[in-house]
């Protein structure tokens, strides 16, 4: 039998009111959700544009135009809606910070962020910042098309 958070003696015992934290990056903007463990109720949200939004012209601070089908995000906007969407569901749940004892994020499709050994994301690296495949290419990039169409080819 799995413990109840209510339950005297469970593990859950001493956080009734734990909540839990969903932060969703999407296209546009990233969403928050808070949501109490015992029950899952939904207690409040927030939603957070992307300042740059989807990169498909050319690269934030500078004039490196981007070939057709391209389309980028900024790691920057990443953080600041994390740093803004889940203080602000937070708050629109009125939950104490204090009783959030898990974060869980996703991103639209597979993601994946061109970093240094050490975690840095190389679109913020002076070196490769105007570099186009330093930064993260969102699920709308289709600039690899042609290859991708002779890989399924093979297949068929």
């Known amino acids: ?9 469970s ?25 109490r463990v015992r029950d899952g109720a939904e207690l409040g949200s927030a939603v ?5 939004g989807v990169i498909d012209r050319k690269l934030p601070g500078s004039d490196t135009p981007l070939p057709p089908d391209w389309a980028l995000q900024d790691p920057r906007d990443w953080r ?4 803004t969407a889940v203080p602000d569901a937070l708050a629109a749940a ?12 996703d991103f639209t499709s597979c993601t ?6 050490d975690g840095v994301p190389l679109a913020e690296q002076p070196a490769w910042a ?13 600039a690899a098309q042609d290859q991708a169409d002779r890989v399924n080819a093979l297949a068929h």
């Open 1 to 9: 039998m799995t413990p109840q958070p209510d339950t005297p003696g």
């Open 11 to 35: 593990p859950l015992d001493h956080a009734p009111d734990a909540c839990t934290v969903g932060v969703d990056f999407g296209t546009l903007s990233a969403r928050a959700v808070v949501v």
């Open 48 to 52: 957070h544009p992307y300042r740059n």
């Open 80 to 83: 600041e809606a994390l740093r």
């Open 94 to 105: 009125g939950v104490d910070p204090a009783r959030v004892i898990a974060i869980g994020t």
């Open 112 to 117: 994946v962020l061109p970093t240094t050994a």
């Open 130 to 142: 105007d570099r186009p495949h330093a930064w993260p290419k969102l699920w709308k990039h289709h």
